[in-house]
């Protein structure tokens, strides 16, 4: 008497997707910046000052300097763009994003 027994077969396939980690822009230091950017640089820390005092806060857990320098020099122009800054996720740009445009804005 032949037995008959029944197989699952499962192929997985698998491709690597892009990440949006990965779009994030490089990171640059101060020495980049070009003196229109450095003026920006001082807004920001201003703003980083004021708001770290606002909200009783080291300065460093509002923003960290390296972070300026990339704000400056790449002048993010909305939220999704401001995600794209190594050190903002999406909380930290709902939390301080709208101030930022708005100072990058009116430079």
Same mark, same amino acid.
């Given at each position: 008497? $032949?037995?008959?027994?029944? =197989?699952? @077969?499962?192929?997985?396939?698998? +491709?690597? $997707? +892009?990440?949006?980690? @990965? ?7 101060? +020495? !980049?910046?070009? *003196?229109? !950017?450095?003026?920006? =640089?001082? =807004? %920001? ?7 770290? $005092?606002? %909200? ?10 390296? $972070?300026?320098?990339?704000? &400056? %020099? =790449?002048? *993010?122009?909305?939220? !999704? +763009? ?11 740009? !709902? ?10 804005? &009116?430079?």
């Amino acid at each position: 008497m $032949e037995s008959e027994s029944a =197989y699952w @077969s499962v192929i997985v396939h698998y +491709e690597k $997707e +892009e990440q949006k980690k @990965s779009e994030r822009l490089e990171r640059k230091s101060y +020495e !980049d910046l070009l *003196p229109n !950017d450095k003026q920006v =640089y001082g =807004y %920001l820390n201003q703003w980083r000052t004021e708001k770290s $005092e606002q %909200l009783n806060q080291k300065k460093f857990m509002i923003c960290h300097n390296s $972070e300026l320098i990339d704000l &400056a %020099l =790449y002048k *993010p122009s909305n939220l !999704d +763009e401001l995600q794209q800054i190594k050190g903002f996720g999406k909380q930290k740009a !709902d939390k301080f994003g709208e101030d930022i445009l708005a100072i990058l804005n &009116a430079v």
